[in-house]
């Protein structure tokens, strides 16, 4: 089975902090996937990665940066935290080369509460 | 731009009904479109996934149809059970480099 850890289910930041959310796959998945979930809008593409060190924009990238050093690694980086950064951040990976042609797998979300 | 849409919001239903899950979308060039579930509080488990060059796809008692012509999709849920409770999400693939998603329906069912 495809597993996809995030490092935290949930965390507490204050404003302006910088934030570090962190995702491992361990199914050797090319692309791999940051979206945010607020209710009442579904699901939202942050980030993401078809290979190492490769990055794509994706609907809202404002106010967050990525990092893949390793192809089981995705790192969401939160510059300074803002309350309205507040919300479920799920992540995703999917074998193949056309990015969103496969099944994605998800983790199981980090809640973050920005204060 | 793609919108994805699902309603009802929420549906609850008696335990041993067929129901049916609604998703429409705005732009009819989709490359592929899935039905997810997500169990509260966790991630989201890939449930289909129709490619644009097919009309439907089967997994045990659930049954998805794409119609891209019109924007929509259905989720057939056979014989619902207590388990089957969840929030199920549709996304279309609009383009390479990108995926949208609808807000979900919640669905409950009730033994």
């Known amino acids: 089975d495809v597993k996809v850890t995030q490092s935290s289910r949930y965390l507490v930041k204050r404003t302006g902090e910088k934030v570090f959310l962190e995702c491992v796959q361990d199914?050797?998945?090319?692309?791999m996937f940051w979206y945010r979930q607020d209710p009442g809008l579904g699901l939202r593409l942050i980030y993401f990665s078809y290979d190492v060190k490769m990055k794509e924009k994706g609907d809202i990238p404002e106010g967050y940066s990525v990092s893949r050093e390793k192809k089981e690694r995705f790192s969401l980086i939160l510059e300074s935290a803002s309350t309205n950064q507040t919300s479920m951040y799920l992540c995703?990976?999917?074998f193949g080369a056309g990015y969103f042609s496969e099944t994605q797998y998800f983790g199981p979300g980090t809640r973050l509460l920005v204060l | 731009k793609q919108e994805v849409t699902q309603i009802p919001a929420a549906l609850s239903v008696p335990e041993g009904e067929n129901l049916v899950l609604n998703c429409s979308f705005t732009d009819s060039a989709i490359y592929n479109l899935q039905w997810f579930r997500q169990d509260p509080g966790k991630g989201l488990t890939s449930l289909l996934l129709i490619q644009s060059s097919q009309r439907e796809q089967t997994s045990g008692r659930l049954n998805a149809s794409l119609d891209k012509s019109s924007g929509r999709s259905t989720l057939y849920i056979a014989a619902s059970q207590p388990g089957d409770s969840a929030t199920y999400l549709c996304?279309?693939?609009?383009?390479?480099?990108?995926?949208?998603f609808g807000a979900g329906t919640r669905l409950t069912v009730k033994p």
């Open positions: 199914m050797d998945h090319e692309n």
């Open positions: 995703a990976s999917s």
């Open positions: 996304a279309v693939r609009p383009n390479n480099n990108d995926m949208r």
